[in-house]
């Protein structure tokens, strides 16, 4: 049997070699994926998932005592209804948020984080601030600024031609 050499993330930039547009987007998901990992590493002593984190940020910052509804939630996070309804299950088993019906709309549901919900994002919040900071500063800083610029550019772009 032959032994294998390099890494997974090698091998999608690798094979992409000399093509700009797909070195850029394997390159970006080979860093999502080592950032994800580097996250779910942080979280696992608290039973949490960057996705479960990222919701609770969001239903603290953006929703804050309005909450938000369930739809709210999947387009912000980009999952899917029955994905979210799972999620939004799992986080009300671990009592960091609330589900109620829609004083509007009985069949909305609106999210709202729990005094152990933000509790635990206050507990987390620097450390993961730092460690965003470790992995983003691998860069020189004028690197960062750079990248800064072109991923915001990028995303506006992308974002007025989904509004077409």
Known sequence: MEK?????????????????????????LC???????????YFKDYELT?????????????????GLSQNEICHHLIVSPSNITRLIDRLIADGFVER???KEDRRVKIIRISPEGSAILD????????MIQQSVYVL?????EQL?????????????????
């Open 4 to 28: 294998r050499t390099g890494s997974l993330n090698n091998f999608y930039l690798d094979t992409v070699k000399g093509r700009p547009s797909a070195e850029v987007f394997n390159g970006m």
């Open 31 to 41: 860093v999502y994926s080592l950032l994800y990992r580097q996250m779910e590493d």
């Open 50 to 66: 960057p996705v479960k984190f990222n919701t609770l940020l969001l239903l603290k910052h953006l929703g804050r005592n309005a």
């Open 100 to 102: 109620s019906s829609s």
């Open 123 to 130: 507990k987390l919040f620097h450390g993961y601030g730092e």
């Open 140 to 144: 020189e800083r004028s690197e960062v």
């Open 148 to 164: 800064a610029g072109l991923l915001l550019k990028w995303f506006s772009k992308l974002e007025s031609l989904a509004k077409l």
